[in-house]
């Protein structure tokens, strides 16, 4: 369920208004503690307008939202079924162009959930001939294949602190792994690049980088200095999980990718670079 409302809490620090939310937890208990963590710690005192808790989520689809997000709730659900029957009625919440996104736990159960979610909501797009598209993690809407050929989970690592209490202060920074999808109803405004799913190895002229492609393969791409020495040099500073801001190209009788920069098209400077790899 909705739990403490964090991603309320990440919405309005990305946002800084939140209009309308709309929470679902099964634990009364949960729903009154996250109440008053709204509140300030102020008992009885009126929620801010347009913010409402429940059990159960209604029945009717009528009311569309801009978000929906299910943040490990899926692997409690005992049955696929079940499952399935969560994920149809959140993508119905979602008004034409909103976003829907899903993240579990990085783990082999935790992936297996978010690509059962991906495949259920494009199939029934695809069914319904509603425009649909995937924003993030991956550049495409065909099979993944990392879930189809790969024993390794498609996950992205985390660093976050726990709240400030003696208790947790041996170890300030934590770290964990987490598998998610970002569905959008309806089509991406700009391009998708290539996503990198593993670290960026390095050895002493080249950067070895595991991409997911729009093509909807994995393809490691081999950076040389010699080659392209911008490109180089900016593989220091995009790490697992980002985009990779380049198109890819087949070397012909070759078994590694030629790399097109995308920048080069653009005559963009490194600054720019940058900037793509932060966004």
């Known amino acids: 369920g909705s739990g403490l409302c964090t991603v309320y809490w ?14 679902v937890d099964s634990s009364i208990s949960m729903n009154d503690l996250a109440k ?10 009126p929620l801010p307008t347009g913010m409402t808790f429940r059990m159960k989520a209604p029945s009717s689809t009528s009311l569309k939202y801009s978000l929906v997000v299910s943040a ?16 149809h009625s959140f993508w119905e919440r979602v008004e034409d162009g909103g ?3 899903i993240a579990e736990y990085g783990s082999n159960a935790g992936f297996q959930i978010i690509s059962e979610a991906r495949d259920y909501v494009i199939k029934i797009s695809e069914e319904k001939v509603i425009e649909k598209d995937i924003i993030a993690p991956c550049p495409h809407t065909y099979n993944c294949d990392r879930y189809a050929r790969d024993t390794v989970p498609c996950n992205f690592n985390v660093k976050y602190r726990m709240f400030d209490i003696p208790f947790f202060k041996r ?3 934590h770290k964990d792994l987490f598998s998610y999808v970002v569905l959008k109803k309806g089509l991406r405004s700009k391009a998708a690049f290539p996503r990198l799913v593993e670290e960026p190895m390095k050895t002493k002229n ?29 593989c220091k500073y995009v790490h697992w999980g980002q985009d990779f801001p380049v198109h890819l190209n087949f070397r012909s009788g ?5 790399i097109e920069n995308e920048n080069k098209s653009e005559d963009l400077s490194q600054n720019d670079k940058t900037e793509s790899m932060k966004s």
Request: positive net charge.
């Open 171 to 173: 170890q300030s920074i």
């Open 254 to 258: 070759k078994n590694q990718l030629g």
């Open 72 to 87: 490990f709730s899926l692997m409690e659900i005992p049955s696929t079924n079940r499952r399935l029957e969560l994920i």
């Open 99 to 101: 976003y829907l996104v």
């Open 206 to 234: 080249n950067f070895y980088c595991r991409l997911c492609t729009q093509s909807g393969s994995l393809q490691e791409a081999v950076c040389n200095k010699r080659h392209d020495k911008e490109l180089f040099q900016f």
């Open 10 to 23: 990440a919405v309005l620090q990305t946002w800084s208004k939140v209009y309308e939310a709309f929470f």
């Open 36 to 45: 008053n963590i709204i509140n300030k710690g102020v008992m009885n005192d």
